[in-house]
């Protein structure tokens, strides 16, 4: 109920108030920013001071590389479609680990994201548990399990792919759990009045709902996954990562190898991105019609 | 197609049902069809049938057990006769002269006690190992024949490895090598020797209250001093590297959100009419996203050396592509209508951005750059151990000694505590700024909404 008799005196009262937080506002505006600021030049010094080589030193000698590189790949440009045609199967190495990890870890993640759903899980007093499992598979980085699996099974694609699948189910595990959160309960509970199990009520009920957001999520994580198995690579999991690392190790002469290995992971970078993006923005589009019609 | 004609018999919409459905099957039972062979190309393609060969699960098992346990070498020289103790065989580890633990006896007759009836005595001449249930072995090593042993019995079980100039019993006890050179004994132990202290600090082996106490009468400094340098854990140089990694995480993502907000300016249609630039601006963008994280950090290390400073211009110059590319999508979805308004009161050119633009962009920004804050931590590590900065690297490190276990055990902690520390702080920031509030209950998301971009 509004107080009639302290009108008059509400609008100053609402004025001073409204100045006062603004320049409230303002201030802690402000200070924010200083703060953000001195902790960037302070981080940057830091950084700066304990790199091996100065920032302003390394400026100039930046492009020094990729120009070494590229023109003694322009020389012999005449070898660059037998070196890509060389470092193909390494592409498609790359390409493997990555998805065949996507699969694995969207079917992992598409488990972990059901079971850990209010209203959809087996096992609702599990649910924090489930959930914690994927926020430790989110957690680790993909390059920590790949260099211990490295260990105990050997260099090759396998401890990559077993990595990268370990975080993707993670990650996806969390984003699908959100996309769960939206669905109708009504085609479950239908199901569940005529006797199907759960295994039933997730693929008829659930699935059909999620199922084209799910599979954008995975394609965006099949992009990044590409990049994360060709860093894995150069540790040692095969694929391109690990031929460029040989191909730099020879250093000069080899350069043009090098050339076509980089030549390679962005054109194929490049193209994944483009379909991957035009068949998203075509789900997500298709979605949004069925919602809406 | 709504109305069911009643001209048509049912027997042909049945049978247009059935055919609708039959086809829906064979497409439902595709897909999963398709992966399933797919998952079966990769799987001779990844050769995982000669896995097992490669496979050294010996290393697997030496890595679990050590991530967790760690043994006391107890060595006798055979020249000099010292006996020396030392936790992994390490000198950071080593006991000072003439001391030991309490389940060695040192004298002229080393007695080691290995519990369970375990004994093993380093004679002068002779070593000595009573194995309950077997007898007692005895091993005498010499310079001229090598090691010579006498079993309590002539068949060798499998738990003893024998040949003229080497002896090794193991047993669930610990372990016995005698060599012409040396005789040593490992015991295993649970735990992490030496985390908080080493056995060069007066502090080693004191109870959590006896150092509380200490503590209270003024050698806090001095406790934390020689937990702080403690040569085996390096806790100092770890949290350093922890403390890069962050750094590199850090001055990567916000340095390329400054340089990718003006430039995403660049890049809409609705805030800049040059065509040309436009275009130029998104090839940039499209050009640092496609040339990968890998290809920058190799890149930069070359003119940059090793260093947290190379790992966080290899994240800021990928994300300034990336951040680039959502901010002017987020900029070509501001509404126009705001802009105008303030524009009626007579703003000028800064002030229409200021008032009318970046407040409707602020939130969708800063939660993008958070959300990548701690996808960049991750990446930082990964970024470290290849150009060699930050907790990366001495992940790396110690994965190439193929033997110190527990430290990267330590480390794997350590790195999943401090994304998931990351991830609960941008979240928190991101509630605090966007909602400008504590948490509130979960909102139903907006159905319509299109899913952010993710890191």
Not at chain 1, 170 to 184: C, D, P, Q, R
Not at chain 2, 40 to 68: C, H, K, Q
Not at chain 2, 255 to 268: E, K, N, W, Y
Not at chain 2, 345 to 355: E, M, V
């Amino acid at each position: 109920m509004t107080d009639l008799t302290a009108g008059a005196q509400s609008v100053d009262d609402v004025r001073d108030g409204y100045v006062a937080m603004t320049r409230r506002k303002r201030v802690y505006g402000g200070i924010l920013l200083i703060l953000f600021v001195a902790l960037m030049a302070a981080g940057f010094r830091t950084a700066d001071r304990r790199n091996a080589g100065s920032f302003t030193d390394g400026l100039h000698r930046v492009l020094d590389y990729p120009a070494e590189v590229l023109s003694e790949a322009w020389d012999k440009i005449a070898d660059m479609p037998a070196n890509l045609v060389t470092y193909f199967p390494a592409l498609v190495e790359t390409l493997n680990i990555a998805a065949a990890a996507t699969l694995v870890g969207t079917l992992a993640g598409a488990f972990l994201a059901l079971v850990s759903t209010r209203g959809l899980a087996p096992w609702p007093r599990l649910i924090p548990l489930f959930r914690r499992l994927a926020d430790i598979c989110r957690a680790v980085p993909e390059i920590v399990i790949a260099l211990v699996l490295i260990f105990v099974l050997g260099g090759g694609p396998v401890p990559a792919m077993i990595a990268i699948a370990i975080h993707t189910a993670g990650a996806l595990g969390k984003l699908f759990s959100e996309v769960n959160e939206n669905a109708s309960l009504k085609p479950v509970e239908g199901l569940q009045s005529v006797g199907a199990t759960w295994t039933q009520r997730m693929v008829l009920g659930v699935i059909p709902q999620v199922g084209p957001n799910y599979v954008s999520y995975a394609l965006l994580r099949f992009e990044i996954n590409i990049r994360a198995s060709a860093i894995l690579g150069f540790v040692g999991a095969g694929g391109l990562g690990y031929e460029l690392r040989n191909a730099m190790s020879w250093g000069q002469g080899r350069y043009d190898d090098a050339a076509a290995i980089f030549l390679l992971l962005f054109a194929t970078i490049v193209i994944v991105d483009q379909i991957s993006g035009s068949v998203r923005t075509h789900l997500t589009e298709g979605t949004q019609k069925g919602t809406a019609a | 197609m709504t109305t069911f004609a009643t001209d048509r018999p049912h027997g042909a919409l049945k049978a247009g049902a059935d055919r609708l459905f039959a086809r829906k099957r064979i497409i439902s039972l595709a897909l999963p069809g398709l992966v399933l062979v797919y998952l079966t190309y990769v799987f001779f393609a990844f050769d995982m049938p000669g896995l097992a060969g490669r496979a050294n699960w010996e290393n697997g098992r030496t890595l679990i057990s050590d991530s967790f346990s760690y043994k006391t070498h107890v060595t006798r020289d055979n020249r000099t006769g010292a006996v020396s103790v030392a936790i992994e065989g390490e000198r950071k580890g080593a006991y000072p002269e003439g001391q030991a633990p309490d389940w060695v006896t040192l004298g002229d007759t080393t007695v080691i006690d290995l519990e369970g009836g375990h004994v093993v005595r380093f004679g002068p001449e002779t070593v000595e190992y009573d194995i309950p249930g077997y007898g007692t072995v005895r091993a005498t090593p010499s310079r001229s024949t090598g090691v010579q042993a006498e079993l309590p019995s002539n068949a060798v079980p499998e738990w003893i490895s024998l040949s003229r100039n080497r002896l090794a019993i193991t047993t669930d006890a610990g372990r016995l090598t005698v060599t012409r050179n040396r005789a040593e004994v490992f015991r295993y132990f649970t735990g992490w020797e030496l985390f908080w202290f080493t056995l060069d600090s007066p502090y080693h082996g004191k109870s959590f209250a006896q150092l509380a106490g200490l503590a209270a009468s003024g050698q806090a400094g001095a406790i934390f001093n020689d937990f702080w340098t403690n040569k085996m854990w390096r806790h100092q140089d770890v949290a350093w590297a922890i403390f890069e990694t962050i750094l590199m995480a850090f001055l990567g993502t916000f340095g390329a959100a400054l340089i990718a907000l003006p430039l995403a300016f660049v890049a809409t249609r609705n805030f800049n009419p040059v065509r040309s630039a436009r275009f130029m601006a998104r090839r940039v963008f499209d050009f640092l996203r496609g040339v990968d994280g890998l290809i920058w950090t190799v890149v930069l290390a070359r003119a940059f050396g090793p260093g947290p400073l190379t790992g966080a211009l290899a994240i800021l110059v990928t994300d300034t592509g990336t951040f680039g590319k959502i901010f002017s999508e987020a900029l070509e979805n501001v509404d126009q209508k705001q802009i105008e308004g303030v524009q009626s009161t007579g703003a000028n050119a800064p002030q229409k951005y200021r008032f009318g633009v970046i407040p409707q962009i602020t939130p969708v920004l800063l939660s993008q750059v958070l959300y990548f804050l701690e996808s960049n931590t991750r990446s930082a590590t990964v970024i470290g151990a290849i150009t060699g900065g930050g907790i990366g690297l001495l992940l790396t490190q110690a994965i190439i000694t193929q033997k110190d276990w527990e430290e990267v055990a330590y480390y794997i902690v350590l790195v999943i505590l401090m994304v998931m520390l990351m991830d609960w702080f941008s979240g928190w920031l991101r509630r605090r700024l966007i909602q400008g509030g504590p948490p509130k209950a979960r909102k139903p998301r907006d159905p319509q909404a299109k899913p952010l971009m993710l890191p």
